[in-house]
C-alpha cells in the first residue's frame, strides 16, 4: 500500500485539496474511524455501567471491550490499568495532583526535560511550589538531544519523579526512554512517559519500558478529538487518590463520607466520552492493519527527501537533529527574515498546512519556529 492508496481512506484529504502537514497537533481521521463513531450512535448509543437494560449493556461491553484492546496494544499487564481521560494533558495533571500533590515533600526533587510540552511542564511547576519541592531541568545539546551525562547529573538521590517526552513535538528528537527510566529506578525515582508523538509511529510496549505511568492522546493517532488515555502501574493507581469526583467512580456514598470504586472507575468520574473511546478502539485496528513497519517505511522515505531538499535552501533555518536514527517525523524551520505566521499563510494560499507559532519562553527554545508533522 502506497501514500495515494492510504490518502483515499481519508475523506477530507479527498474534499479539500490540501496537503495536511500538522499531524503533530491533530491527525485527520479515516473513514474507518468515522463510520465506528457514528455505528455506535445509530446502534448502540447509551450510558455504559448506568442501566440493567440491553441497550447499557451493549455500550458497556463495546466500552469495556475497547480498554482490553488498548491494554493490548501497548502490553499493560492489567487491563484496569487503562484509564480514558479527556486528552494527554488531562492525563498529566491527573498524575500531578493525585501523585505528585501527595508524594512530593519539602526539597524532593521532580525532573523533567526542557522539551517537555507545557502539560508535562506547567502542572509541575504548580506541583513543586504548592509541595516546596523543586523542578529541575534536563537540557539538549547542539544535536538537539539529551546526552548521557545530562541524564546522570540531573536525575539523583533527591529525584523523585522523572516527566519524559518520549518524541519532542517541537524537534522530532526520540529519547531513549528505555535508559532514562532505567537510571531514575536506580536513583528511586518513578517515570511518566508523555507517548502522544511517540504511539501513532512506532510500537510501544509499557512493561518492556518499566514505565511508571505513560499518556497519550486520541486526536494525534487518527482517533476523535477529547479522548486520551492514562496507563499507569496497578500498584500505584490503587494508592492514588482520585482526581475528580461523581459519577461512575462512586461506590456507596453517605452523608459525611464516601468510598471509590476500584480500578479503573475510580479515575473515571461522570459519563465518558464513549463514543471517542469507539474512535480510538478503530484508529488502533487501522494502526495494526496497516502496520507499524509499513509507517516507518514511508515516513522515513518521506522524511529523508524532505531533509534532503530542505537542505539545499540557504534562507531556511533547520532544527533537526543530524542523527537519522534518533529523529521522528517532525520538522521544525525557519525562513530567515520572514515571520512565522506569514510563511504560513503563504503555504496555506498554496493549500498546505502547516503549524507555525511566536517566540516561545526562555524555559524552552527562544526562537519562533514553523513544523510540519508527516
Not at 506547567?122 to 546526552?147: G, H
Not at 539523583?156 to 518520549?166: A, E, L, N
Request: aromatic share 10%.
Amino acid at each position: 500500500m502506497n501514500i495515494e492508496e492510504i490518502k483515499k481512506d481519508f475523506p477530507i484529504l479527498i474534499d479539500k485539496k490540501i496537503t495536511y502537514l500538522d499531524s503533530g497537533a491533530t491527525t485527520q481521521k479515516p473513514i474507518q474511524v468515522i463510520k465506528a463513531v457514528e455505528n455506535f450512535y445509530k446502534k448502540y448509543n447509551a450510558n455504559p455501567h448506568r442501566g440493567a437494560y440491553a441497550l447499557s449493556v451493549e455500550a458497556t461491553d463495546i466500552y469495556e471491550n475497547t480498554r482490553t484492546k488498548i491494554a493490548k496494544f501497548i502490553n499493560a499487564k492489567h487491563r484496569e490499568e487503562i484509564i480514558f481521560t479527556k486528552n494527554a494533558t488531562e492525563s498529566l495533571n491527573l498524575i500531578a495532583y493525585s501523585y505528585g500533590m501527595e508524594n512530593l515533600k519539602k526539597d524532593d526533587e521532580v525532573v523533567i526535560s526542557i522539551m517537555e510540552h507545557h502539560s508535562n511542564l506547567v502542572p509541575w511547576q504548580k506541583i513543586t511550589k504548592a509541595t516546596e519541592s523543586k523542578l529541575n531541568y534536563m537540557y539538549i545539546n547542539d544535536d538537539f538531544e539529551l546526552s548521557d551525562e545530562e541524564i546522570e547529573n540531573k536525575i539523583t538521590d533527591k529525584t523523585k519523579i522523572v516527566g519524559i517526552t518520549h518524541i519532542s513535538n517541537v524537534l522530532g528528537t526520540i529519547n531513549n526512554i528505555k535508559k532514562i527510566i532505567k537510571y531514575a529506578h536506580k536513583k528511586g525515582a518513578i517515570v511518566i512517559v508523555d507517548a502522544s508523538q511517540s504511539i501513532p509511529h512506532m510500537k510501544i510496549d509499557v512493561q518492556d519500558l518499566d514505565a511508571d505511568f505513560l499518556v497519550f492522546s486520541g486526536h494525534k493517532m487518527l482517533a476523535p478529538l477529547g479522548i486520551g488515555v492514562l496507563y499507569g502501574k496497578k500498584e500505584i493507581l490503587n494508592k492514588m487518590e482520585p482526581f475528580l469526583m461523581g459519577g461512575d467512580m462512586i461506590e456507596y456514598v453517605y452523608e459525611q463520607d464516601t468510598t471509590f470504586a476500584p480500578l479503573p472507575n475510580k479515575f473515571e468520574a461522570g459519563t465518558q466520552n464513549v463514543e471517542g473511546v469507539i474512535g480510538l478502539g478503530a484508529a488502533i485496528d487501522y494502526i495494526e492493519n496497516l502496520g507499524y513497519d509499513k509507517i516507518q517505511e514511508l515516513e522515513n522515505e518521506v522524511l529523508e527527501y524532505a531533509r534532503h531538499e530542505l537542505s539545499k535552501l540557504d534562507y531556511l533555518t533547520l532544527y533537526m537533529t543530524p542523527n537519522k536514527e534518533n529523529h521522528s517525523g517532525v520538522i521544525s524551520f525557519n525562513i530567515k527574515g520572514v515571520h512565522p505566521h506569514d510563511v504560513a499563510s503563504i503555504l496555506d494560499s498554496e493549500g498546505v498546512c502547516v503549524r507555525s507559532r511566536e517566540p516561545l519562553c526562555t524555559t524552552t527554545y527562544e526562537i519562533s519556529w514553523n513544523r510540519f508533522y508527516l
